[in-house]
């Protein structure tokens, strides 16, 4: 069972004190104060729920979520506010690739961390140029507030909520103009399963109506190196449950590609070696993390700060417990590690400088370096030969026999069920390796 973040606990003892779930059980919500709810937490990080795997224990078990009604008021209801997206294709996804501005030298295109430079390089690429089909001009960002609005939306049980809203706070990534349209950006630097619609759609109901010109929101992520870009429009634009996900391109900025051939000839230099990760001897659990892209956008996180595990958990959206699954798979690479903070004895992750040295790199020396990390990996370095050789889909079982044989399996005397349950995480991250593969 994961631990309870600061969240967690805030929001158990608010529904504990302030009898939360009663009005909520009788018909539907309640309405908090910044007030009710600053004894237990700053108001703020209590509302701030991005997404869906983030929400407070409490609020997972009862089904709620939380809307802002004003600077100082929320309700929490069953309400829908969470917008999935669509799975990356794989194993090749189209990407677009674009050059570096001529003559630009003050703005880095690699080594991304912060959200703020993911959106300025990618107006100065004219990425934002060629997805919202004109020349733009950045004309807002920030916090803000709102006017008085009002909206309907879904319940989890299929019923309609109607809300009122006057003067919530909201911040802005990036709002775009051109002569056709204003570009609302929400931006991420790493890449979620779902987002919190209420991020686009508060400021497209404040902008709406201030404006005569069409308002469009763009929801974009960074990972991986990909920018990638979704254009949310609202069939209804006083129903927040009208979202819909349309136009939808990925871009890349950088020359070099890595092919195939260099993939299989790291794999074989290591094998001939026997330079393998031996990170297990030190007692660092072998990865349980099914996504190697999100062990990438983890490490960049920390790259732009370290964290406690509280505040990496809510920041990622994840749970203390995966949060620690791909913590310990940057660790066991060699990326990330931990120390006590100076005034107190909260442990800070962070990143390793060979990490900050690697992610500084262009596109193509970072990920044939990631490449090596994971390919120093004795049974993924053989599951992905084996995938070369056979050009099949990978068979489970094969790939258990390959990591029961290996020396981490022997040394550390891993069970069944444990080589079946890590096997998953060898076959996601040979995918991941063919994904990179572009030629």
Not at 44 to 69: G, Q, V
Request: negative net charge; aromatic residues 10%; proline residues 5%.
């Amino acid at each position: 069972m994961s631990k309870p973040n600061a969240n967690d606990s805030a929001w158990d003892k608010a529904f504990s004190s302030l009898d939360l779930l009663g009005p909520i059980r009788r018909q539907g919500w309640v309405d908090v104060t910044a007030r009710d709810l600053r004894e237990f937490r700053e108001p703020r990080l209590m509302a701030k729920i991005d997404y869906s795997s983030n929400r407070p224990k409490i609020f997972r078990e009862e089904d709620l979520n939380i809307l802002a009604l004003s600077s100082s008021h929320y309700r929490i209801g069953k309400f829908n506010v969470f917008h999935e997206l669509p799975e990356t294709l794989s194993p090749h996804p189209p990407i677009t690739r674009v050059q570096l501005p001529v003559g630009i030298e003050s703005l880095a295109f690699k080594g991304l961390t912060s959200e703020s430079a993911v959106v300025t390089s990618a107006h100065a690429a004219g990425i934002l140029d060629e997805f919202c089909g004109a020349e733009l001009l950045l004309t807002s960002f920030g916090r803000m507030r709102t006017p008085s609005f009002h909206f309907s939306i879904s319940g989890a049980s299929g019923d309609r909520f109607e809300l009122q809203v006057d003067s919530a706070t909201i911040e802005i990534d990036a709002a775009y103009e051109n002569p056709r349209a204003l570009h609302i950006l929400e931006v991420k630097n790493h890449r979620p399963n779902d987002f919190n619609m209420r991020q686009l759609y508060y400021p497209f109901r404040t902008w709406k109506s201030k404006i005569k010109k069409p308002v469009q929101c763009v929801f974009m992520t960074f990972s991986n190196d990909v920018y990638d870009l979704h254009e949310i429009s609202f069939q209804d634009s006083a129903d927040f449950s009208s979202a819909l996900i349309g136009n939808r391109q990925r871009f890349m900025v950088g020359e070099g590609t890595i092919r195939v051939q260099d993939l299989e000839e790291i794999a074989h230099r290591i094998a001939a070696m026997q330079d393998w990760n031996r990170a297990y001897r030190e007692r660092i659990p072998f990865p349980q993390a099914d996504s190697f892209t999100r062990v990438v956008d983890l490490v960049t996180i920390l790259i732009e700060r370290p964290m406690s595990v509280s505040d990496l958990s809510e920041h990622y959206g994840f749970d203390t417990r995966q949060s620690d699954y791909y913590y310990n798979a940057a660790r066991y690479l060699g990326l990330a590690s931990s120390a006590k903070a100076a005034r107190s004895e909260t442990e800070l992750r962070g990143p390793t400088p060979e990490a900050i040295k690697l992610f500084a790199e262009p596109y193509r020396s970072k990920f044939l370096a990631l490449a090596n990390l994971v390919l120093r990996i004795e049974p993924i370095n053989a599951t992905f030969l084996l995938a070369q050789e056979q050009g099949a889909k990978l068979d489970p079982r094969a790939v258990q026999e390959i990591f029961a044989r290996s020396d981490e399996a022997q040394w550390l005397g891993y069970s069944a069920s444990t080589i079946e349950r890590r096997s998953q995480t060898i076959i996601a991250w040979v995918h991941w390796l063919a994904s990179i593969a572009e030629a």
